[in-house]
């Protein structure tokens, strides 16, 4: 029997130690180092020591098919994927239980199932429980395989007798692996199967799409370990209470990252989103403080969204600052700035600060409307309705350019929006017609609005 050795690997940061402690050395994360068992070298080494079946390719020599790309049938879904799902490759879908993962991989496997063999298995849900839900999405006459099954070696093992072009595996953490003692969705587990599944997809040129749940952290178990592993990384964020739903990529080595793709779950299930500029807008005609609109940019177009803020004297010795929707140190940034350089105090007061509609911003042109959201609530004074903003602070009050400036006021005066304040070195060099665009270079400009 060989002997197997084993080590310990941080949840977190993904930095391995012979020795188990209470706080990771790297990453100084607590309770995060679990155990994982490694195969002897030996073992591993093993098929090495007969003759080599692998040899040197030159770049040159290597041949590309055409058809590179498959379409999923979902827009949305290539947009994210960088514009269709790459044979071999595999893709970590993560979210929220409810989110609608398993919905959005039946819905792309009913597409592509017309073309290819696709194979459906399922560690979570019966039968019966995929066929409903089939129904439910109005994809009855479904030419697909289906399994229940968690051995991922028998799933494996299947297969590759069945050999399809497109397999779902939902989820990885219900799977296991024989050899590893530990429990389904334990790191070692997760780690163990993920690794036996990209050989498989490698060796086979099979596209496997992988399940990952999130846990309460909002991190997938053995996320680091998992992440690096697979080739593309998708999460599906949203307030389930909404009925809006993103998947952005997190990690594409075929497409550009921060892609985003925009879905609402429709009793017959999702349904794309192919012009998401004003899906979040949905204002009431009355003037209110602390709200604005601002245009972001995600991924390859400009979307309009509401920020809004609340600005309240507070009875704690250390106010609160709260944020939904964006990094709460970039609130604590901006505060900063307005009080430095635009002699803004908010040290006694409380500060909501809220992006409508579940949205995330990720980008810094947030910062101009969070400030002016802010600036609105404390002198309880209302924006204009028409009115749009977006740009970044820097640290001496100055006001940055952010990407695609020009687009993002053309998509506002689109939607009817006819004043703008924008960063000087975003000014538009011609007219844009239906906006009046005011460029600003420092915060204390901007504020003269007040
Ligand atoms: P599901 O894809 O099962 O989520 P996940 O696999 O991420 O856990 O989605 C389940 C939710 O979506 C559930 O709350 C019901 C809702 N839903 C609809 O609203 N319409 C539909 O057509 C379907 C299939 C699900
Ligand atoms: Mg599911």
Not at 268 to 276: H, M, R, S, T
Request: some cysteine; aromatic content about 4%; charged content about 20%.
């Amino acid at each position: 029997m060989s002997k197997s050795k084993h080590n310990y690997v941080c949840t977190e940061c993904g930095a391995s130690s012979p020795k188990w402690a209470g706080q990771c050395s790297e990453c100084q994360a607590w309770n995060t180092l679990t155990e994982i068992v490694i195969k002897s070298s030996k073992d591993r080494f093993q098929n090495y020591s007969g003759e080599l079946d692998t040899a040197l390719v030159n770049l040159n020599q290597v041949e590309v098919t055409a058809e590179a790309r498959i379409k999923t049938g979902l827009d949305e879904l290539d947009r994210v994927l960088g514009g269709g799902l790459v044979a071999g490759s595999v893709i970590l879908i993560g979210g929220d239980p409810g989110i609608g993962k398993s919905t959005v991989l039946l819905q792309a496997l009913a597409s592509l199932s017309s073309t290819h063999k696709a194979l459906y298995v399922t560690g979570e849900e019966s039968l019966q429980q995929v066929k409903l839900r089939a129904q439910r999405l109005g994809l009855e006459q479904l030419n697909l395989n289906l399994l229940t099954e968690t051995n991922i070696e028998t799933i494996l093992d299947i297969a590759q007798k069945d050999k399809p072009a497109f397999m779902v595996l939902d989820s990885i953490q219900t799977v296991y692996a024989q050899e590893v003692q530990s429990a389904p969705g334990s790191v070692t587990q997760v780690r163990e199967t993920a690794a036996q599944v990209v050989r498989f997809a490698k060796q086979t040129n099979t596209t496997v799409l992988l399940v990952g749940h999130v846990t309460k952290d909002g991190t997938i178990a053995g996320p680091r370990v998992l992440e690096h592993m697979v080739d593309t990384v998708l999460y599906f964020e949203g307030d389930p209470d909404h009925k809006f739903r993103m998947l952005r990529a997190v990690k594409n080595r075929f497409g550009a990252v921060n892609e985003l793709g925009i879905f609402a779950m429709t009793d017959k299930g999702l349904k794309e989103i192919n012009n998401p500029s004003a899906i979040f807008l949905s204002r009431g005609d009355a003037k209110v403080p602390g709200s604005i609109v601002m245009v972001t940019w995600e991924g390859s177009r400009p979307m309009l969204i509401e920020i809004q803020a609340l600005v309240d004297e507070s009875n704690l010795g250390n106010p609160r600052r709260v944020t939904v929707g964006l990094d709460q140190n970039r609130l604590a940034l901006i505060l900063a700035v307005l009080n430095r350089h635009a002699g803004i105090f908010t040290h006694n007061q409380d500060i909501f600060v809220n992006v409508v509609g579940g949205v995330k911003v990720t980008e810094t042109g947030v910062d101009l409307a969070a400030a002016l959201a802010v600036v609105s609530s404390l002198k309880n004074k209302p924006l204009p309705k028409d009115l749009v903003v977006f740009g970044e602070i820097g640290l001496s009050g100055e006001i940055r350019p952010v990407q695609s400036g020009q687009d993002r006021i053309k998509e506002a005066a689109k939607l009817g929006f006819t004043t703008a304040i924008v960063p000087a070195a975003n000014a538009p060099k011609k007219p844009i017609a239906g906006i009046t665009v005011k460029s600003v270079q420092k915060l204390s400009e901007a504020l003269d609005i007040f």
